[in-house]
């Protein structure tokens, strides 16, 4: 897919191969509402797959356009995890469109600790690998400032 | 209770406005912040069931809406403003603020603030950008307007004599009834201090010193005010200044989350 140089692209991690359904099938991504800002921002959505996947992981996989966002609690864009810690608090809803493999696949040989990024197309289609936009950009992850914990939770 | 925020919608450029106002005042919410800066493009009709919802946020969760007009005569910004009292109307936002900058104090200037309509002056503030801080003060009591005092741009008028604090007390009393807001902002100094895109002479983080003195300082006259960071690292930066809150200034802790008088 082609990504327009000045588009805002959204770098989101994967995290199991269920994610992975759920992007293909029902071309949906949601981020807790914290960070919907990222969401609003961006116009195209790269998904990056860590570890557990067998043949592109630590490399960004799909890229897809973003269509709308919407508003819902976490329980409705994942009916299959209704214990879920984060159940009843509010996601964005990313409803995506055209997702094709990313060609060629873009590494991240160092920096293993993605989780949601902001870049823009030119930035991401002309990098060596992930690591670079960190050197070229800052970033300011509010991670930490996630009020749940899901460090017991298992799906 | 001293409310605080920082811009955590920089650029919305996505989504239709009714989702964008719900996601921007749940985030601030999830965020814990209560000051909500809107860009002034996304004051815009909605559904009467979403100013509903709007309006509830704001009450549930004391949230403070905070539109910065752009910089223009105030002659060229009247259609600008009502559109946004209107819009603060409809979801009962009462201590919301329209924040005006006034780049030249002539007469047709004092002429449109004073004339402006009581709806909009209800919400109007002009922040303080340039000149001698006493004289900005002079001219803004004529019009009958509440100051809101800007750390940063007091600092970048290098003043003597250097009062930042009575400067600051002079413009939460311009308040009167209504809370007062003020914003808080250090100066980059280094270039890697900056972020790549632009947020002018903000820098990324706030001198934590600096902001515990100044809510010392209010804390000591008695007074209360809203702070807005103007910071490049957003929420970041707003965790952080708390966090040296904690650490730094215990004692003031109570006093910001509205235990104590």
Known sequence: MYIPDDATVLIGII???????????AQHYHIPIAHANLAYNADYFAAYLPKWHPTMAWHIGYVARINTCTIGLRQECCPHQPHHPRAMQYYVGLHLADITPCEPLIASRQWRRVWLHTTTGATLMRTPELGQLVRTQRR????????TSTTNYTD | MIRMGTAIFPNPTRG????????????AVAHNQQICRIPVQMIAPLPRAMYELIGQLITTHQL???VHAPIAHPQQLIATFERIAAF???????????VCHVPTWHD???????????????FLAIEYTHGDFSEFQQQVTQVELPIVFDWLHYHQQAPWPYQPIDAAIASIASWQSRPALLHLSSPYTA?????????GAHSDYLDVASGIWLLRSIKQAGMCADCELEVGAGPVALTQFQKAIIQQAPDLVPWINGLTG
């Open chain 1, 15 to 25: 995290k199991t191969a269920t994610d992975l359904d759920t992007l293909i099938s």
């Open chain 2, 64 to 66: 403070r809406l905070v």
């Open chain 1, 140 to 147: 300011f992850f509010s991670q930490s400032l996630m009020p």
């Open chain 2, 191 to 199: 270039r890697s201090n900056r972020l790549t895109s632009g947020h």
């Open chain 2, 88 to 98: 603060f109307e409809a979801c009962v936002a009462d201590d919301s603020v329209i």
């Open chain 2, 108 to 122: 047709t200037q004092r002429r449109t603030l004073i004339q402006l309509s009581a709806t909009v002056r209800r």
């Open chain 2, 16 to 27: 239709d406005c009714a989702t964008w106002w719900h996601a921007r005042c749940l985030a």
